[in-house]
T-cell receptor, first 111, second 112 residues
C-alpha cells in the first residue's frame, strides 16, 4: 500500500534556528514528491521533486529527494515566526492523479 | 490565492441531512480533486474528475458523490450525514499533465 510518513510530528524552535523536516515514502509507481505549507486553511504548494529534479531551493527553503532511500527532506534556514505552519509531504504515483499525504509536521517558531 | 474557489466557507447541519459543496478550478485546469481533512485521518483523497469524467476514486463513502459540469466546476454531495463527517473539505485543481495541485480555501462542515 502506498504510504507517506513524516517526522517529527511537531517541532518547536526559536527564530533564527535551522530546521529539517523528514518525509519517507513507499509507492508502487513513483512520479513525484511534493511539499506543501498549511497555515490557517488551504495547503499552499512549495516544491515538487521528480527523478529529473531532485533538489529545489527557494529563498530560505530547500528540499532534496533521495530516490534510492525513498525519502525527502525540507530545510528551512534562519526561521521566522511566519514559518509557523503545518508542513505536508505528498506522493503522486504515476498511475493516478491523486496525492497521498503524510500526517504533517507542525512547526512552531517562537520569537 | 490559488485561483481555486470553494463555497460555502462554513456549513453547519444536522445528522441525516444532505449538503452540496461547490468548487471552481483555476482557469484552464481540467482536473478537479476532492480531499477530506480531519484531525484523526489527515488529508485524504476522495475523488478526481478530469474534463467531466471520473478519473480516480479514493476512500470515498457510498453516501458521498461528486460530478464535474461542462463549465468544469465540480460539486461534492454528502448525504445521510453523520457526526464523523465533520471535517474540512478541500477542492484542488491541476494543470494538464502536471502533478502539482492547487488547493481552494476549503469548506468546513460541522454535523451536529
Amino acid at each position: 500500500e502506498d504510504k507517506v510518513v513524516q517526522s517529527p510530528l511537531s517541532l518547536v524552535v526559536h527564530e533564527g534556528d535551522t530546521v529539517t523536516l523528514n518525509c519517507s515514502y513507499e509507492v508502487t509507481n513513483f512520479r513525484s514528491l511534493l511539499w506543501y505549507k498549511q497555515e490557517k486553511k488551504a495547503p499552499t504548494f512549495l516544491f515538487m521533486l521528480t527523478s529529473s529534479g531532485i533538489e529545489k531551493k527557494s529563498g530560505r527553503l530547500s528540499s532534496i529527494l533521495d530516490k534510492k532511500e525513498l525519502f525527502s527532506i525540507l530545510n528551512i534556514t534562519a526561521t521566522q515566526t511566519g514559518d509557523s505552519a503545518i508542513y505536508l509531504c505528498a506522493n503522486s504515483p504515476s498511475n493516478t492523479g491523486k496525492l497521498i499525504f503524510g500526517q504533517g509536521t507542525t512547526l512552531q517558531v517562537k520569537p | 490565492d490559488s485561483g481555486v474557489t470553494q463555497t460555502p466557507k462554513h456549513l453547519i447541519t444536522a445528522t441525516g441531512q444532505r449538503v452540496t459543496l461547490r468548487c471552481s478550478p483555476r482557469s484552464g485546469d481540467l482536473s478537479v480533486y476532492w480531499y477530506q481533512q480531519s484531525l484523526d485521518q489527515g488529508l485524504q483523497f476522495l475523488i478526481q474528475y478530469y474534463n467531466g469524467e471520473e478519473r480516480a476514486k479514493g476512500n470515498i463513502l457510498e453516501r458521498f458523490s461528486a460530478q464535474q459540469f461542462p463549465d468544469l466546476h465540480s460539486e461534492l454531495n454528502l448525504s445521510s450525514l453523520e457526526l464523523g463527517d465533520s471535517a474540512l473539505y478541500f477542492c484542488a485543481s491541476s494543470p494538464r499533465g502536471m502533478a502539482e495541485q492547487y488547493f481552494g480555501p476549503g469548506t468546513r462542515l460541522t454535523v451536529t
